[in-house]
């Protein structure tokens, strides 16, 4: 095991981090990385923190600020690859939406999403499901609280079922992809499923009466504790 502050980063016999195969070139590319913050003594922009469940964080950016505005860095290569977070983005979203609208839960199948999620105006709560069949997480859930002042983001890897709610007036939500968006592709949870039993109360009271759904995400299928959706590294096998 080697440490490069403040994350963990872990070898394992296959040359997997994270649950994630390394080509000999990425390999190389880590070991690099990790020799150069030593050297050079590279500060890193990030706080990243592991969640209760494994392969979810919550990502805090060091931010530079003075009377006239700030300043801070959305994403490293550099710091993310030496924290373990290999993952390569193919497309950036975002959506605006209003106090009570909750989207979700939602997935792709076939063509299964990471996430870097943040909220740039507004607060939202950003929930994570776990749908890997095999996990000791399976069919629970994590929320973090996004906040545009604060700037903090949550990475939600393939394999997991992502929604959120709107806690402000309004709020301008933007999210990282792992890989492109396939509407054909498409899955999805009830956003109140009992057994998952997502505690929106919590963070916004009156949700469950005042929820501003689609029409799409008022029908979507209960969670099936049998049911085969991902195995253990994101990949659909339902």
């Not at 990425?26 to 922009?45: N, P, R």
């Not at 299928?221 to 959706?229: E, H, I, L, M, S």
Request: hydrophobic share 40%.
């Amino acid at each position: 095991m080697w440490q490069v502050s403040p994350c963990t980063i872990l070898l394992t016999d296959d040359w997997g981090i994270r649950g994630q195969k390394l080509a000999v070139g990425d390999l190389f590319e880590l070991f690099v990385t990790i020799c150069y913050s030593a050297l050079y003594g590279v500060i890193m922009s990030f706080e990243i923190i592991q969640c209760k469940i494994d392969g979810l964080y919550e990502i805090k950016p060091k931010v530079f600020g003075d009377k006239r505005g700030f300043f801070l860095e959305t994403y490293s290569e550099r710091d993310f690859f030496a924290a373990g977070l290999t993952m390569k983005f193919v497309q950036d979203n975002q959506s605006r939406s209003v106090k009570n609208v909750l989207r979700g839960l939602h997935f792709q199948k076939q063509h299964p999403q990471g996430k870097l999620v943040s909220a740039l105006e507004g607060k939202v709560y950003d929930v994570a499901v776990d749908l890997r069949v095999g996990s000791v997480t399976f069919g629970k859930y994590h929320g973090v609280v996004l906040d545009s002042e604060k700037h903090n983001m949550f990475y939600i890897p393939e394999g997991f079922a992502h929604g959120f709610c709107v806690l402000t007036d309004s709020a301008t939500f933007a999210y990282k992809c792992t890989d492109f968006y396939h509407p054909e592709d498409e899955g999805g949870l009830l956003w109140n499923d009992p057994t998952i039993g997502i505690d929106w109360e919590s963070v916004l009271p009156g949700i469950t009466q005042n929820a501003n759904l689609s029409e799409k995400d008022t029908k979507q299928p209960a969670f099936d504790v049998q049911k085969k959706y991902f195995d253990i590294h994101g990949k659909w096998i339902g």
